[in-house]
């Protein structure tokens, strides 16, 4: 059986495309993709010959059987993995199995709002979210870094004539009087903005504080503080090209030795290279029939803005709304 999986290896194409490892009921057993399949499978293969996998034996050791879709894109390949994994829920895959793992930034509904971290079942009841975050560590960060630059309220309860957080000078107390509310919900709506766009101002505060920190000899700190930078910067980026995504029409160009062209309405697959593709079918399913939510709408932005990022320059971008088309430079 192992010798007859081996030959078929031996014949598989060597192109961009998706994998898939089957046992011995045709279950799929994991779901992989390559910008040569041959050459990945024969990974697999000398893994097998072996003895030894570079995943968890006890799950690869059942493969009887190997079979591939060639896509001839690598941006294809990866949505096409992204929606297979998430189809089949294969034992040897541990990422992108589940949606939730995004978590965002939130304002609560009170008199006087507070940032609040969410995740992604949370977000469709909360009209104002920024995000999303891949990593809810880094969610946290940014949201204390917020915090500390606005001195908005972190208390679960408003207490008036202020609390320990204003005496310490890390909360503005709007709790003390009406007026100090006012000035509250004021710094309330910069702080959102300051999520919502790229802000000057919250730049330099950053800066100032690597300044700071740098010259008090305390590096680990000023370290923080510059990957906090960056985050926000690619936090502002991403969003911006989450929100296109979702509401306008993305064409892709990818350059090298699969050139193709992708459009993208409302993060629906609408064709490739000037050919409809939307209502086509993968194994049986609408390859679309997932872009119905938020959150798979999000998985699939993530992906390609993904892709795009790790190959700065090769690729041309631009999105397309309704009423015309109007060029973005991707950051």
Same mark, same amino acid.
């Given at each position: 059986?192992?010798?007859?999986?081996?030959?078929?290896?031996?014949?598989?194409?060597?192109?961009?495309?998706?994998?898939?490892?089957?046992?011995?009921?045709?279950?799929?057993?994991?779901?992989?993709?390559?910008?040569?399949?041959?050459?990945?499978?024969?990974?697999?293969?000398?893994? #097998?010959?072996?003895?030894?996998?570079? /995943?968890?034996? /006890?799950?690869?050791?059942?493969?009887?059987?190997?079979?591939?879709?060639?896509?001839?894109?690598?941006?294809?390949?990866? *949505?096409? =993995?992204?929606?297979?994994?998430?189809?089949? #829920?294969?034992?040897?895959?541990?990422?992108?199995?589940?949606? *939730?793992?995004?978590?965002?930034?939130?304002?609560?509904? =009170?008199?006087?709002? %507070?940032?609040?971290?969410?995740?992604?079942?949370? /977000?469709?009841?909360?009209?104002?979210?920024?995000?999303?975050?891949?990593?809810?560590?880094?969610?946290?960060?940014?949201? @204390?870094?917020?915090? @500390? %630059?606005?001195?908005?309220?972190?208390?679960?309860?408003?207490? !008036?004539?202020?609390?320990?957080?204003?005496?310490?000078?890390?909360?503005?107390?709007?709790?003390?009087?009406? !007026?100090?509310?006012?000035?509250?919900? %004021?710094?309330?709506?910069?702080?959102? @903005?300051?999520?919502?766009?790229?802000?000057?101002?919250? *730049?330099?505060?950053?800066?100032?504080?690597?300044?700071?920190?740098?010259?008090?000899? =305390?590096? !680990?700190?000023?370290?923080?503080?510059?990957?906090?930078?960056?985050?926000?910067?690619?936090?502002i980026n991403r969003g911006k090209f989450f929100a296109m995504f979702r509401k306008h029409g993305l064409f892709i160009q990818e350059s090298g030795r699969w050139p193709n062209t992708f459009l993208f309405l409302e993060g629906r697959l609408v064709q490739r290279n000037g050919e409809r593709?939307?209502?086509?079918?993968? !194994?049986?399913?609408?390859?679309? @029939?997932?872009?119905?939510?938020?959150?798979?709408?999000?998985?699939?932005?993530?992906?390609?803005?993904? #892709?795009? %990022?790790?190959?700065?320059?090769?690729?041309?971008?631009?999105?397309?709304?309704?009423?015309?088309?109007?060029?973005?430079?991707?950051?």
């Amino acid at each position: 059986m192992r010798t007859n999986l081996l030959a078929k290896i031996k014949r598989s194409p060597q192109t961009p495309g998706v994998y898939l490892l089957k046992d011995r009921e045709g279950g799929i057993l994991y779901v992989g993709k390559s910008i040569n399949i041959r050459k990945r499978l024969q990974q697999h293969g000398a893994a #097998w010959r072996a003895g030894w996998m570079d /995943r968890d034996h /006890r799950r690869i050791r059942p493969v009887v059987d190997v079979a591939w879709q060639e896509t001839h894109s690598e941006l294809y390949a990866l *949505l096409l =993995e992204d929606y297979l994994i998430k189809k089949h #829920w294969p034992i040897g895959n541990v990422r992108q199995k589940d949606y *939730l793992e995004y978590a965002y930034l939130a304002l609560s509904a =009170e008199p006087l709002p %507070r940032f609040v971290l969410i995740d992604a079942r949370q /977000r469709a009841e909360n009209s104002c979210s920024f995000g999303p975050f891949r990593d809810r560590y880094h969610a946290q960060d940014m949201l @204390e870094l917020v915090q @500390e %630059r606005f001195r908005l309220r972190t208390c679960p309860a408003i207490r !008036e004539g202020g609390c320990l957080q204003w005496e310490i000078h890390r909360c503005s107390g709007p709790c003390r009087t009406t !007026e100090a509310g006012e000035r509250y919900r %004021r710094t309330v709506v910069r702080a959102a @903005e300051s999520l919502s766009s790229l802000d000057p101002f919250f *730049l330099r505060f950053i800066e100032n504080r690597i300044k700071v920190l740098a010259q008090q000899k =305390e590096f !680990e700190k000023a370290a923080h503080y510059h990957a906090l930078l960056l985050r926000y910067q690619g936090l502002i980026n991403r969003g911006k090209f989450f929100a296109m995504f979702r509401k306008h029409g993305l064409f892709i160009q990818e350059s090298g030795r699969w050139p193709n062209t992708f459009l993208f309405l409302e993060g629906r697959l609408v064709q490739r290279n000037g050919e409809r593709v939307d209502g086509m079918l993968v !194994e049986g399913a609408d390859f679309n @029939e997932t872009c119905t939510s938020e959150r798979t709408l999000v998985d699939r932005a993530d992906v390609i803005y993904r #892709w795009l %990022r790790s190959r700065p320059g090769e690729n041309a971008m631009a999105f397309i709304d309704r009423l015309g088309c109007r060029d973005a430079s991707y950051p």
